[in-house]
């Protein structure tokens, strides 16, 4: 069974920083490609960070640019979310994804989520 467990969500002053963490299970990892989504209350879910499967890529929102960085470790199978110099407007349901390909198959997979929230 697949698995993504996520953990490291809280309550932050805005400035501050928290680390994301996601556990995955049951698909070749090392061959997915992991994503963060975020999703605000009201607020369609956005792209917040990917990485590629070799860690040798990684993109990110125009709004979290220079703030989270993104990684992975293969022989864990975890990928991370470091978010520093957090503002209010980063509060969300933080998710972790991956896209995984078996066969003829490209499937996506998603994260129970973790709660960011920063206010002062």
């Known amino acids: 069974q697949v698995q993504l467990v996520e953990s490291g969500g809280g309550l932050v002053q805005p400035g501050g920083s928290l680390r994301l963490s996601c556990a995955a299970s049951?698909?070749?990892?090392?061959?997915?490609?992991m994503f963060w989504y975020r999703q605000a209350p009201g607020k369609e879910r956005e792209l917040v960070a990917h990485?590629?499967?070799?860690?040798?890529?990684?993109n990110y929102a125009d709004s979290v640019k220079g703030r989270f960085t993104i990684s992975r470790d293969n022989a864990k199978n975890t990928v991370d979310l470091q978010m520093n110099t957090l503002k209010p407007e980063d509060t969300a349901v933080y998710y972790c994804?991956?896209?995984?390909?078996?066969?003829?198959?490209?499937?996506?997979?998603w994260g129970q989520g973790t709660q960011v929230t920063v206010s002062s």
């Open positions: 994804s991956a896209l995984a390909t078996k066969a003829w198959n490209t499937l996506r997979y």
């Open positions: 049951g698909f070749t990892f090392s061959s997915a490609r």
């Open positions: 990485i590629t499967s070799g860690g040798g890529i990684t």
